[in-house]
């Protein structure tokens, strides 16, 4: 499937020639982020040489869909940018390498990054299992490295000082929010379906744990291998007693998963609430998935723009090319990854102030840039953050933001609840600023 791109020709490669040519005399939009007391900012860099940024991108593999629209997002954000100035008066200069969606090939692409393309900085990683695999090679070259992934791995300080994840929220936030509404309005017995890698082991933890804080049970858990194309066999493992499904799938066999569940409960089923990675690039509308009707969903950015849309996620869409169902605007039936991809758009925001707080002009600033990276507190909703406001752990390298909580209706996904940044926010001692640049 090759869909029409949303991003003009013209947009699609953001080369050192093109993105100079499209410099103006603007400065850029004013600053969307807070920084920490006690932070001073460095002199402005005052080099004109593109910002070379290594875009680590899922283009085959099983994360192929989100890396297809991270890509377009990607794309739009550092068009716009290079039209409104730049970074500190430099255009971005994007080096983009497919990973396949694989730990080992993270790795050699970050290598590839730093040592062929000798680019500033990488971001973009999405797959768990990848950016574990490409972290510490990562932080073994200095390299910054901020991922748009959900997994807790950044915030949980099994990574290094060199990894950010300041774009999105990560899932111990996200099912800590969500936990309560799901026991109170759901059912408190639950079966878990995941996927059998980080990601899904994320799900497995911290649902489990959070469910149980709201007085419910986990009635079973079953994991599912990455490379599974059929789900039959795990349906029958389900207890009886189940008040509510759990599941969270991705990659290729999604569809596959709900139609095959549909057919095995029919009308005889719990309550089931999903993570919307089930669904993303899938048309809710597809043959097969009326099951779906009646069901919940969590959403980090709701694909239909509702009542509530804001006038950013209206710019959003309109500079990605995705009309108010969540699709392409040249092809309705490529769906995008709605709740994902803001994430790559919001990360390079954050990557533009940190390099003008910090006035980096080259690898040799690295060590400054990521000190400005963990100055930051708080990101204002905006043109730059069109998700929603956030705020941001230095400490921790994560960001935390709202939720939201979504019914299929008449084959759409309607808003019911949105969590509080309050909801999602927990303990833990992680403190990255205490190791070694």
Known sequence: MNPKSPIPASSKS????????????AAGAASALTLAPGFVRYAQA?????IKLGFQVHSTGIGAAYGRWYDRTTQAAVALINEAGGISGRPIELVSEDDGTDPK???????????QHKVDLVFGTLFSHVVIGAAPRAGELKMPYFVVSEGYHVASGALNRYVFQPGITDVRSQVSAMAPW?????????????????FGHDHRDFFSAAIEKQGGSIAALLPIPPTEASYTKYFPQIPADTEVIYHVMVGPGVLTFVKEMGEHFGSQRPQIFGFVDSLEAVDIASP????????????ANPRYAGPSQT????????????DANGASVSDPKDISTYSHMFGCWETLYVIKQAIEASGYQGPADRAKLIEATEAMTTFAAGNEHPQGDKTFDGKRHQCYGHQFISKVENQKLNVVHQTSIEDGMYENDTDYTKQAL
């Open 288 to 299: 097969g998935l009326e099951f779906l009707d009646g069901t919940y969903f969590w959403e």
């Open 182 to 198: 799901i026991a109170g309005n759901l059912g408190k017995k639950v079966t878990m379906i995941f996927p059998d890698y980080a």
């Open 311 to 322: 006038e950013f996620d209206k710019f959003f869409r309109e500079k990605v090319g995705v």
């Open 105 to 115: 090939r993270g790795a050699e692409v970050v290598e590839k990054f730093a040592s």
């Open 14 to 25: 953001v080369t050192r020639r093109s993105a100079l040519k499209k410099l103006g005399a």
């Open 46 to 50: 005052q080099s004109s040489a593109p």
